[in-house]
């Protein structure tokens, strides 16, 4: 379980490491050197070296859950803008059924240009543009909460290990935030007061991603004592 | 005309013949750009934004296989003594293009199909050298935008001036000298992405010439690693 991590910062180009590993996200091979692509945080575990990028755009990826806008449709699909280099497209059939007819049913009724979706990305390859889709639990049009833009690269760092940050985040200020893998956060909440602090949260996480011992931070800045078990923020 | 260097071997602007220019380099300087970065190279004044990857217009230049890298190199009517016409000149369509080859070999577009990076450079202030420090700070720029780079690329010019190779030559020495010679590199590579040379060297001075510039590179290498790590990890240790 506690294998050895080894952390290090660095830029594009950095030798992370030389040897046989695996490699994952943000490196590639020269020789038997290993090196960086992108600035950030590189980590060795359990024989794979990645890199955790600090900036970059976010790039689509099966089953993730996103938060989209609806940017247009044509008489068989919506286009969302998606907060990456890509366009995300919702086949009306998605919403519809099978038994969609393009003569019949009017997509403007059921999501409208600006419309907030929450969807799961269906299928996503290098020859396609992302393919979303919005049956499931959960998804579908976001009818109320504040919006909040983050970069796409902190996202991790918002949901913590096990989701300990975001469980603190919703404890304290009894919000609901829903977390789009793209960057984009819809943040909800009965009272104004944790709206704002929910919000103030969110955003201090963006500007400290990359620090240490972030959760005890935002935990005093929301007022949660110090030192508390996470396993009683659970319950 | 000026005399360009001294019995003492001191350039006309105080250098010593293997000293470059003071260089500083800000990361992040402008907000609507998704990277960007400003570089003072001794009297130069650079601003570089970088946009995407995102959508290519027009469509007809996308490549289905890989993101396609734009560059535009432009100087402001004010950069230079007299009013610069905006327009593009030959010049700067040729600076240009040799800037998108010499970053095109550093960055990895082949996850980004159908998009583009476009890179904008904008000369605020020219004093020689300009294509290298623009090629430092477009660098640093497609960093700051998270592109995948195989390594950072690093320019700085040499050349030769009163029968001397010296390091990082400034406005007056490339008008008056005898040869420039702008050098982009990378450093953990150690592999040239640019080389041009404006005038005559014999082989050995040539060979002088590139490892002096390559000298100069790894200079500025350090200067904008030091820059990256300043806006990215001023606090706190991994």
């Given amino acids: 379980m506690m294998e050895i991590v080894k952390r290090k910062y660095v830029i594009p180009g950095d030798v992370i490491t030389t040897g046989p590993y ?213 319950e | 005309m000026t005399q360009l260097m001294n019995e003492n071997g001191i350039r006309c602007d105080g250098r010593r013949i293997d000293q470059i220019r003071n260089v500083s380099i800000k990361v992040g300087v402008l907000k609507n750009a998704d990277g960007s970065a400003y570089i003072e190279f001794g009297k130069n004044k650079i601003l570089a934004g970088v946009f995407g990857p995102r959508d290519v217009h027009p469509k007809h230049m996308a490549d289905q296989d890989s993101g396609i890298l734009r560059c535009r190199y432009h100087m402001s009517p004010f950069s230079v003594t007299e009013r610069k016409n905006p327009a593009p000149s030959r010049r700067e369509i040729e600076i240009s293009k040799v800037i998108k080859e010499a970053l095109q070999s550093a960055v990895i577009l082949k996850d980004f199909p159908r998009t583009v990076v476009d890179v904008f450079i904008e000369i605020l202030q020219a004093d020689g050298g300009s294509r290298c420090a623009a090629l430092d700070a477009a660098s640093v720029a497609l960093v700051d935008a998270g592109i995948p780079m195989r390594d950072m690329v690093s320019a700085c010019a040499a050349g030769k001036v009163a029968d001397k190779i010296v390091l990082d030559v400034n406005d007056e020495e490339d008008k008056e000298g005898q040869a420039d010679m702008p050098v982009a590199y990378m450093p953990n590579l150690g592999k040239i992405t640019l080389m041009q040379l404006d005038g005559i060297l014999t082989p050995d001075e040539y060979k002088k010439c590139l490892e002096t510039a390559i000298g100069g590179c790894k200079q500025v290498y350090e200067i904008q690693k030091k820059a990256l790590m300043e806006k990215y990890f001023k606090n706190g240790e991994a």
């Fill in chain 1, 22 to 234: 695996r490699l994952e996200q943000n490196v590639y091979q020269d020789g038997d050197r290993i090196i960086s692509t992108s600035i950030g945080i590189s980590e060795i575990y359990e024989n794979a070296v990645r890199v955790i990028p600090l900036s970059g755009m976010y790039i689509p990826k099966t089953n993730d859950l996103i938060i989209g806008k609806v940017i247009g449709h044509s008489s068989l699909s919506w286009e969302f803008d998606i907060n990456s280099c890509f366009i995300g497209f919702l086949p009306a059939q998605d919403v519809f059924g099978r038994d969609y007819s393009p003569t019949k049913d009017e997509l403007k009724a059921r999501l409208d240009k600006g419309d907030l979706v929450a969807a799961r990305v269906a299928n996503f390859d290098r020859s396609r543009d992302p393919l979303l889709t919005i049956q499931d639990r959960d998804l579908g049009k976001i009818e109320s909460g504040e919006l909040i833009k983050i970069a796409p690269s902190k996202i991790p760092r918002l949901i913590g290990k096990r989701g300990s940050m975001i469980q603190t985040i919703e404890m304290a200020t009894k919000a609901i935030v829903t977390i789009g893998q793209n960057g984009l956060i819809v943040v909800s909440c009965e009272d104004p007061v944790g709206l704002l602090k929910a919000i103030e949260a969110v955003k201090m996480v963006d500007a400290q991603a990359h620090t240490p011992n972030l959760t005890e931070r935002v935990k005093s800045m929301l007022g949660v004592e110090l030192g508390e078990n996470n396993d009683t923020i659970n």
